[in-house]
């Protein structure tokens, strides 16, 4: 158990990014809305990310330099300037949805608080522009930026594991107070479509090429990439499940349930072992996720960005701590220009997360053609399993852009 623990490292990163509160947010829709149809698209996704996040480390430690300084030099550097581009949008709306769950976690504190009166736009904006303050001083003052990175996050899962296995087995063992009903409509496809960006999230996945070496992985270290690979995203897809099927079990199916439309109506989840607590346990559990997924989600984005631009591609070079800053900023200008306008927080968070789809097929498309070189040969050779899979992400990531292309407009237009 001991050795399994240590070669837990970098794609803990990875889930913890992937496991943010817009995430949280979105598959307790699913599960409100699906039931158990939602369950085969997690588990799918989970094994997708998996092969994903073993391609992208083992890619890590064959090449001596990073993804991108590799795709510049076979390639061009204007297609790693692409690739770099590509994440960095996607982290911003990645960002933007991580952004509007902390307002949304916070704001029924801020009611209980003062007697009901909602938080007003002035409040938002100031909120907002604290935290991302305080995550960037963060940024720059922290000594050993990626030592500290993987400890928070490996305490910040292992809470969130055992909160929501605990949460989860209480639901199942409250007898519910409706009887069940078939839901009259199909489920929300944004929805479930961001569900499925934030579980197999090529874009974390190829940010773990570059943590393997922030790590000083090498190929001698290369199954202990598979290793964490597997458990890490394991750990992920099992936590996303549990907060699935506990929205499931709360939610589908209840004649009288109300469209997720606040944090407090999904926090409903958690009254089975919280009981009046729930939207405060909720809120704060929002609170946490949002720190974890902004510093790292913002590193993904500000670190490949830089390196695609031949600035650096470590957490010790300058560039890549600038560009995190500036993914943060976007990230926030565009939450900020989101929430003036009125609607559902759960509805544009959810948004933005099935925005994250559009891009991913290039970065899967990179991947693999850096784990399909003819000199990675004996004990750099890629094995076939993790190109299998990685082949099929490709697959899948086409189609899931496709089709999220085609919500997104269907959305747009009515």
């Known amino acids: 158990m001991k050795k399994l623990l240590q070669s837990i490292g970098p794609a803990i990163v990875v889930a913890a990014v992937v496991l943010g509160p817009g995430s949280i947010l979105t598959s307790s829709k699913v599960g409100a809305t699906f039931g158990p149809l939602g369950i085969p698209v997690i588990i799918g996704a989970a094994i997708l990310m998996i092969g994903m996040v ?26 790693a300037v692409l690739v770099g581009g590509i994440l960095f949008v996607l982290v911003a709306l990645f960002q933007s949805s991580n952004n509007i769950a902390l307002v949304a976690g916070l704001s029924p504190l801020v009611e209980m608080g003062t007697g009901g009166e909602p938080m007003g736009n002035t409040a938002k904006l100031v909120l907002l522009v604290v935290f991302n303050g305080f995550v960037i001083a963060c940024l720059y003052l922290m000594r050993d930026l990626y030592k500290s990175v993987e400890k928070l996050m490996k305490l910040l899962i292992g809470f969130m594991v055992i909160a929501f296995l605990v949460n989860f087995v209480v639901a199942y063992l409250t007898p519910r107070d409706f009887e069940p009903v078939t839901p009259e409509s199909k489920g929300d496809l944004i929805a479930l479509l961001g569900m499925i960006g934030t579980t197999f999230s090529v874009g974390g996945a190829f940010y773990q090429s570059y943590l393997v070496k922030e790590k000083g992985w090498g190929i001698p270290e290369a199954k202990r990439g598979v290793i964490d690979s597997v458990v890490s995203i394991s750990v992920l897809g099992m936590v996303t499940l549990v907060i699935l099927l506990t929205s499931t079990r709360v939610f589908f199916g209840d004649p009288n349930a109300v469209e997720l439309k606040s944090v407090d109506q999904v926090a409903r989840q958690l009254e089975p072992l919280f009981g009046a607590w729930a939207t405060v346990i909720f809120s704060l559990g929002i609170f946490a996720g949002a720190f974890s997924s902004f510093l790292v989600n913002s590193m993904i984005g500000g670190t490949v960005m830089a390196d695609s631009l031949g600035k650096g591609s470590r957490l010790t ?4 701590i600038h560009m995190t800053a500036a ?42 053609y850096l784990g399909t070189r003819k000199e990675l040969v004996s004990d750099r050779k890629v094995p076939g399993w993790i190109l299998g899979l990685a082949c099929v992400g490709l697959v899948v990531s086409i189609v899931l852009a496709i089709r999220t292309a085609m919500a997104v407009w269907d959305k747009i237009q009515g």
């Open 327 to 368: 993914a943060l900023l976007v990230g926030m200008i565009v939450a900020i220009s989101s929430l003036l306008k009125e609607g559902s927080t759960v509805a544009l968070i959810t948004f933005a997360q099935a925005l994250t789809v559009l891009g991913i097929p290039i970065l899967a498309a990179a991947l693999i």
């Open 317 to 320: 070079d300058s560039w890549p």
């Open 54 to 79: 073993a391609l992208a480390a083992r890619i890590g430690v064959v090449y001596e330099d990073s993804a991108c300084d590799e795709l510049s030099r076979r390639l061009g550097r204007q297609v």
